[in-house]
């Protein structure tokens, strides 16, 4: 298939063009507001000499969309800085409102309720911490002049201090996750009228810190969220009708209710939904064929939901769930019947399935290459650091020629876990970061991370993807190295996104993806300290040789120096006899009675080792180190207890 749309990297540049190629014209609300809010953004990031125009245009922009105009005229071409217009930099992108559900009606709302209960009578200064704080305090400001309030309005960063003279300050920023910014801002930037916070809230008790603190919040729970509200069955069904576009020709499908006990997701969580994920609800749609089950999730109405708009209705694969219907800021897609999770060891033809559906999403959204002078994604260098020791321009520049070699783009941001299942067809269907093609976060992704990102999902090593991939794109390329690079990148993004609440079974998947990431990030690092050294001017490279194990573990769950000396798991070591690997099970089965610890099988290579999950959160890991200890002298060698992610305890040969 001609692939209808290509993704396009959010840049500050190109949001600069594209207002002022529509200068004089008259361009959507959100879109005029949304834009000149990053541009404004960016500006205070980098002290841009404009970013009090910016700021006043973005003001004025709010006033008009909280007054509720459908369309702006954008602003004239020489408005926007030159420097803007060249920046090639990725739009910092607020979580709040590109993943997690804010929309900018929850700011009105917001601002609402601050007047509603409001105890200072005197001027105020309005200051959005940025970046997503920023996006919202504009129109919190908007909604205050509006009522006669005297107010300015401002963007914030720690160890900022803008000028508060005798005005109260209201913090406006993302729904909180530990408040330090926030207090900590709280107590830096306020003049004698002190300092409130106001936030959109998932939960009540992501403020309560704040406010054992002394300091005055005013929340908006996110049952009151816009996107939460319009996953109510009678208000979905009226959005529906007038703002759905239906993929499938013919009478357009009725909302029937929702699917008991997957309402709404903000309401009532669905089992496996994080909290701070978008809202979605099961729908039933009523069809002339009768009625069929679907999901509803939202998507950002603005700008940020343009490319997931787009990519929703261009994907067509069996793999991830169709699109039925798009609308502004909902797509409905098939709901899935998931029989069971991958099983421990995949069958090789379902690693061959993944690796062609990864494939044919590439060629469905090819990604725009990135503008010269495109600056180099942060991770590279993290990953140029653990190998060589030391910062070098040259080798992050070949690491980086590795990795695009199949598509320009890198994230910086979030890789999160690649989770794939078999329906009740038996087919192979994908729920994680990728499943659903609409996910903003997504536009950055490299088929490439997404190719490494098999081997720890299908527990295989590097040579088995790039023999498939190598089987599918012919040209005598080896691809060894560029998934290395990739992995690595995927590895140091997604180790610090592991789970930290664990109950067993979510800590035996967790366990199982550290081991696998270590594993694999260990044999990537290996081939690519050969890759350095071997282009290295000719002569042998003075940098040090990398570690059989990743000198930085991704998302250790324990740290690597287990109290009994304990070293990172080698290659090939002690390896129980018969007698001893009975003895060894035995031993740790009475050991993990303690509820510590759970210990989980898994393959390595043509053996096998069992993984030492722990069940408790990362408080609890410290004391852990005793119990570690503790197992070693029960077990006939402790030489047999390693650590590769997690502790790990070898049971025969890796083969």
């Given at each position: 298939?001609?692939?209808?749309?290509v993704?396009?990297?959010?840049t500050?540049?190109?949001?600069?063009?594209?207002?002022?190629?529509?200068?004089?014209?008259?361009?959507?609300?959100?879109?005029?507001y949304?834009?000149?809010?990053?541009?404004?953004?960016?500006?205070?990031?980098t002290?841009?000499?404009?970013?009090?125009?910016l700021?006043?245009?973005?003001?004025?922009?709010a006033?008009?969309?909280?007054?509720?105009?459908?369309?702006?005229?954008?602003?004239?071409?020489?408005?926007?800085?030159?420097?803007?217009l060249?920046d090639?930099?990725l739009?910092?992108?607020p979580?709040?409102?590109?993943v997690?559900?804010?929309?900018?009606?929850?700011?009105?709302?917001l601002?609402?309720?601050?007047?509603?209960?409001?105890e200072?009578?005197?001027?105020v200064?309005?200051a959005?911490?940025r970046?997503?704080?920023?996006?919202?305090?504009?129109?919190?400001?908007a909604?205050?002049?509006?009522?006669?309030?005297?107010?300015?309005?401002?963007?914030?960063?720690?160890?900022?201090?803008?000028?508060v003279?005798d005005?109260?300050?209201?913090?406006?920023?993302?729904p909180?996750?530990?408040?330090?910014t926030?207090?900590s801002?709280?107590?830096?930037?306020?003049?004698?009228?002190?300092?409130?916070?106001l936030?959109p809230v998932?939960?009540a008790?992501d403020?309560?810190s704040?406010?054992?603190?002394?300091?005055?919040?005013?929340?908006l729970?996110?049952e009151?969220?816009?996107?939460?509200?319009?996953?109510?069955?009678?208000?979905?069904s009226?959005?529906?009708?007038?703002?759905?576009?239906?993929?499938?020709?013919?009478?357009?499908p009725?909302v029937?209710?929702?699917?008991p006990?997957?309402?709404?997701?903000?309401?009532?969580p669905?089992?496996g939904?994080?909290?701070?994920?978008?809202?979605?609800?099961?729908?039933?749609?009523r069809?002339p064929?009768?009625?069929?089950h679907?999901?509803?999730?939202?998507?950002?109405?603005?700008?940020?939901?343009?490319?997931?708009?787009?990519?929703?209705t261009s994907?067509r694969?069996?793999?991830?769930?169709?699109?039925?219907a798009?609308?502004?800021?909902?797509?409905i897609s098939?709901?899935?019947?998931?029989?069971?999770p991958?099983?421990?060891?995949?069958?090789?033809?379902q690693?061959?399935?993944?690796?062609?559906?990864?494939?044919?999403r590439?060629?469905?959204?090819?990604?725009?290459p990135?503008?010269r002078?495109?600056p180099?994604?942060?991770?590279?260098?993290?990953?140029?650091?653990a190998?060589?020791?030391?910062?070098?321009?040259?080798?992050?520049?070949?690491?980086?020629?590795?990795?695009?070699?199949?598509?320009?783009a890198?994230p910086?941001?979030?890789?999160?876990?690649?989770?794939?299942?078999l329906?009740?067809s038996?087919?192979?269907?994908?729920?994680?970061?990728?499943?659903?093609p609409?996910?903003?976060?997504?536009?950055?992704l490299?088929?490439?991370?997404d190719?490494?990102?098999?081997?720890?999902a299908?527990?295989?090593?590097?040579e088995?993807?790039?023999?498939?991939?190598?089987?599918?794109l012919?040209?005598?390329?080896?691809?060894?190295?560029?998934?290395?690079?990739?992995?690595l990148?995927?590895?140091?993004?997604?180790?610090?996104?592991?789970?930290?609440?664990?109950?067993?079974?979510?800590?035996?998947e967790?366990?199982?993806?550290a081991?696998?990431?270590?594993?694999?990030?260990?044999?990537a690092?290996?081939l690519?300290?050969?890759?350095?050294?071997?282009?290295?001017?000719?002569?042998?490279s003075?940098?040090?040789?990398?570690?059989?194990?990743?000198?930085?573990p991704?998302?250790?769950?324990?740290?690597p120096?287990?109290p009994?000396?304990?070293a990172?798991?080698?290659e090939?070591?002690p390896?129980p006899?018969?007698?001893?690997?009975?003895?060894?099970?035995?031993?740790?089965?009475?050991?993990?009675?303690?509820?510590?610890?759970?210990?989980v099988?898994?393959?390595?290579?043509?053996?096998?080792?069992l993984?030492?999950?722990?069940?408790d959160?990362?408080?609890?890991?410290?004391?852990a180190?005793?119990?570690?200890?503790?197992?070693?002298?029960?077990?006939?060698r402790?030489?047999?207890?390693?650590?590769?992610?997690?502790p790990?305890?070898?049971?025969d040969e890796?083969?």
């Open positions: 298939m001609t692939a209808s749309t993704i396009r990297p959010l500050v540049g190109r949001l600069a063009r594209d207002l002022a190629a529509r200068a004089g014209q008259p361009v959507p609300a959100l879109r005029c949304e834009s000149l809010a990053a541009l404004w953004i960016r500006g205070c990031d002290g841009l000499p404009g970013a009090q125009l700021q006043e245009m973005t003001s004025r922009a006033l008009r969309l909280a007054a509720g105009e459908n369309a702006f005229v954008a602003p004239e071409y020489h408005r926007i800085p030159n420097r803007l060249k090639e930099s739009v910092r992108l979580a709040s409102l590109a997690q559900g804010v929309e900018w009606q929850d700011a009105i709302a601002a609402q309720a601050w007047l509603e209960a409001r200072w009578a005197g001027p200064l309005v959005g911490v970046t997503g704080g920023a996006y919202l305090a504009p129109l919190v400001a909604q205050l002049d509006a009522e006669g309030v005297d107010v300015r309005l401002t963007s914030v960063r720690p160890g900022e201090r803008p000028e003279g005005r109260r300050v209201l913090l406006v920023d993302d909180p996750l530990t408040g330090r926030l207090r801002l709280a107590r830096e930037v306020p003049g004698p009228a002190g300092a409130e916070v936030v998932f939960d008790a403020v309560r704040l406010r054992e603190d002394g300091i005055a919040v005013t929340v729970p996110r009151q969220w816009q996107s939460t509200r319009r996953l109510e069955p009678e208000t979905l009226a959005y529906l009708t007038v703002e759905a576009d239906w993929q499938d020709v013919g009478p357009a009725v029937d209710g929702l699917v006990g997957r309402e709404n997701s903000a309401l009532a669905w089992p939904l994080r909290r701070r994920s978008a809202v979605k609800a099961a729908v039933r749609l069809t064929k009768g009625i069929g679907a999901v509803a999730g939202w998507v950002p109405p603005g700008i940020f939901g343009d490319a997931a708009r787009a990519a929703a994907v694969s069996p793999v991830p769930p169709a699109t039925l798009v609308a502004p800021a909902l797509v098939e709901d899935l019947t998931l029989a069971a991958l099983a421990p060891e995949p069958t090789p033809h690693l061959e399935e993944a690796v062609d559906y990864v494939l044919a590439a060629r469905h959204l090819p990604m725009e990135a503008g002078g495109a180099m994604p942060a991770v590279l260098g993290t990953v140029t650091r190998i060589t020791g030391e910062d070098g321009p040259g080798a992050t520049g070949r690491l980086h020629r590795l990795l695009s070699a199949m598509a320009p890198l910086d941001n979030r890789c999160e876990a690649e989770k794939w299942f329906d009740a038996g087919r192979l269907r994908k729920t994680g970061h990728l499943a659903h609409y996910r903003r976060d997504n536009e950055l490299t088929p490439l991370l190719l490494a990102a098999l081997t720890v299908f527990g295989s090593g590097l088995a993807v790039a023999e498939a991939l190598t089987r599918r012919p040209g005598g390329r080896s691809w060894h190295a560029a998934l290395a690079v990739a992995l990148c995927y590895g140091t993004a997604r180790g610090e996104q592991l789970p930290r609440t664990y109950n067993p079974q979510r800590a035996a967790t366990a199982v993806e081991y696998r990431l270590q594993r694999g990030m260990s044999e690092a290996g690519l300290q050969h890759v350095l050294n071997d282009t290295a001017s000719g002569r042998e003075a940098v040090p040789r990398v570690l059989r194990r990743w000198a930085q991704p998302g250790a769950l324990v740290q120096r287990l009994f000396d304990g990172p798991a080698p090939s070591g390896v006899e018969d007698k001893e690997r009975e003895m060894t099970l035995k031993a740790v089965a009475r050991w993990a009675k303690a509820g510590q610890f759970h210990p099988r898994e393959r390595q290579g043509q053996g096998q080792v993984l030492l999950a722990p069940v959160g990362p408080a609890s890991w410290d004391a180190r005793a119990a570690l200890e503790e197992l070693a002298g029960r077990l006939p402790p030489g047999l207890l390693g650590w590769c992610g997690v790990v305890v070898t049971l890796a083969g």
